[in-house]
Nanobody
Framework: QVQLVESGGGLVQAGGSLRLSCSAS????????MAWYRQAPGKEREWVAG?????????KYSDSVLGRFTISRDNAKNTIYLQMNSLKLEDTAVYYC???????????WGQGTQVTVSS
């Protein structure tokens, strides 16, 4: 069983920055493929960014955040991050982290953290 806890959300003006964190427990963190998702009001949850296993796992981004967001991981701290720069109004959403073992199996979700971008 894996427990994920997000933090770092809040209210920020358009053009500003936030860094989200997701701390994991209950499993060997370095074996987890991790990702960030978000869900805006009235919309489906969408994938934002993902990072592979290992200290410098491969990273991928959705087109909507490419060049503005950076996903990273610190295996010593069992934590992943999402650095969000140049935030836009449309980035407003609840952000969730997800983890799964690299060999497959169950997916684990955090409870989410609210990000609100104001004009």
């Amino acid at each position: 069983q894996v427990q994920l806890v997000e933090s770092g959300g809040g209210l920020v003006q358009a053009g500003g920055s936030l860094r989200l964190s997701c701390s994991a427990s209950g499993s060997t963190f370095s074996n987890l493929v991790m990702a960030w998702y978000r869900q805006a009001p009235g919309k489906e949850r969408e994938w934002v960014a993902g990072i592979g296993i290992g200290g410098t796992g491969s990273r991928k981004y959705s087109d909507s955040v490419l060049g503005r967001f950076t996903i990273s991981r610190d295996n010593a701290k069992n934590t992943i991050y999402l650095q969000m720069n140049s935030l836009k109004l449309e980035d407003t959403a609840v952000y969730y982290c997800k983890g799964r073992h690299f060999a497959g199996g169950a997916e684990y979700w955090g409870q989410g953290t609210q990000v609100t971008v104001s004009s």
